[in-house]
């Protein structure tokens, strides 16, 4: 029996509810977290190390840099580099923290063979709530390293 006081939707149905033409598609986000990745230290990268990176053709590289540089993330002209204004510099940083956050609480919680495939799924998709209370169960199993190691155990008895 469904519950009348939840609306359940499809995933694409959850997705059209909160559309907003300023909200970054899961393929934007990957760009620009990829070209903050490569662009850290330097404040810049390149279409090609873009490309290469992210295994598309530098043309397809160079559309979707000139999407991002129209929607104000990036700054680049045509053959130059690829540089970050405030605004997509912080989406970056914050795009690969969501990311290395989510990896690693898949790490933590025994997953092995897909931890990346199944990284790149779950940021695309996961809320602002759920994403803060990853983050803070990650802090709160630092604290609680006797915890982890329990669960290590109850992890490689169940593989038994």
């Not at 092995?112 to 994403?131: Q, R």
């Amino acid at each position: 029996m469904v519950s009348q006081d939840r609306k359940f939707y499809t995933v694409r149905g959850y997705s059209l509810q909160s559309q907003d033409e300023d909200i970054l598609t899961p393929s934007m986000e990957d760009y620009l977290e990829m070209a903050y990745r490569l662009g850290k230290a330097k404040g810049y990268t390149r279409i090609s190390d873009l490309a290469e990176a992210l295994n598309v053709q530098p043309p397809s590289a160079s559309k979707m840099v000139q999407k991002l540089a129209e929607m104000g993330y990036l700054n680049y002209e045509r053959y130059g580099v690829v540089e970050f204004t405030e605004r997509g510099r912080k989406s970056g940083e914050y795009l690969l923290k969501r990311h290395e956050t989510i990896e690693k609480f898949l790490t933590m919680i025994g997953v092995v063979t897909n931890t990346l495939e199944d990284t790149e799924k779950i940021e695309h998709n996961i809320s602002e709530e759920s994403y803060k209370h990853i983050t803070l169960f990650l802090q709160f199993m630092q604290k609680k390293q006797s915890w982890l190691e329990e669960y290590k155990v109850f992890l490689a008895e169940k593989a038994k």
